[in-house]
T-cell receptor
Framework: NAGVMQNPRHLVRRRGQEARLRCSPM?????VYWYRQLPEEGLKFMVY????????ESGMPKERFSAEFPKEGPSILRIQQVVRGDSAAYFC???????????FGSGTQLSVL | AQTVTQSQPEMSVQEAETVTLSCTYD???????LFWYKQPPSRQMILVIR??????QNATENRFSVNFQKAAKSFSLKISDSQLGDTAMYFC????????????FGKGTRLHILP
């Protein structure tokens, strides 16, 4: 059973471009969380999704950011018109169901030039 | 709202020594989980230990143990016989139990194990 897979591992974008970050949860996991980590900071919650539903997006900026977790395929975190302040490591975590252990991916390092 | 506070940004200890990392939290919940995660330079988040709030017994995983003081809302991590591979960022985290809710992380403590 492969772990949580995130790709790409590194993503470089110029200001104004779009960034699409992918997360494939562990097999059998229907809960996905996205977190952002700035240098020397902890992980800040962005969004929590279950299959085809956004459960909590209280940590996600209202503009330019969106997330989805379709019935088939990976979860996608999309950042439109990126700015330098979006540069960070973005982590995905998955969970089989409530109260169970969270497993983290290795993160995607987004660099905005 | 829940908060998690780690008051030690950075610590250094000699190999084989014991080190304790502090964590306090604030919540009005009675049922919840507390965690310690390790993040080595590889950036991978690794679960070190998990504590259920309803359990009075402190969780232990090999060289890692916690001191859970529910009334004081304190959850410290003790690493015994520290090893060079323990060098990492350590994050304390909180999650409500039986709720569809997220894990909340502290800002972390950078731990250096010196040879």
């Amino acid at each position: 059973n492969a772990g949580v897979m995130q790709n790409p591992r590194h993503l470089v974008r110029r200001r104004g471009q779009e960034a699409r970050l992918r997360c494939s949860p562990m097999k059998g996991h229907s809960h996905v969380y996205w977190y952002r980590q700035l240098p020397e900071e902890g992980l800040k919650f962005m969004v929590y999704l279950q299959k085809e539903n956004i459960i909590d997006e209280s940590g996600m900026p209202k503009e330019r950011f969106s997330a989805e977790f379709p019935k088939e395929g990976p979860s996608i975190l999309r950042i439109q018109q990126v700015v330098r302040g979006d540069s960070a490591a973005y982590f995905c975590a998955s969970q089989r169901t409530t109260n169970e252990k969270l497993f983290f991916g290795s993160g995607t390092q987004l660099s905005v030039l | 709202a829940q908060t998690v506070t780690q008051s030690q940004p950075e610590m250094s200890v000699q190999e084989a020594e014991t080190v304790t990392l502090s964590c306090t939290y604030d919540t009005s919940e009675n049922n919840y989980y507390l965690f310690w995660y390790k993040q080595p330079p590889s950036r991978q988040m690794i679960l070190v230990i998990r504590q259920e709030a309803y359990k009075q017994q402190n969780a232990t995983e090999n060289r890692f143990s916690v001191n859970f003081q529910k009334a004081a809302k304190s959850f410290s991590l003790k690493i015994s016989d520290s090893q060079l591979g323990d060098t990492a960022m350590y994050f304390c985290a909180f999650m409500k139990q039986n709720r569809d809710d997220k894990i909340i992380f502290g800002k972390g403590t950078r731990l250096h194990i010196l040879p």
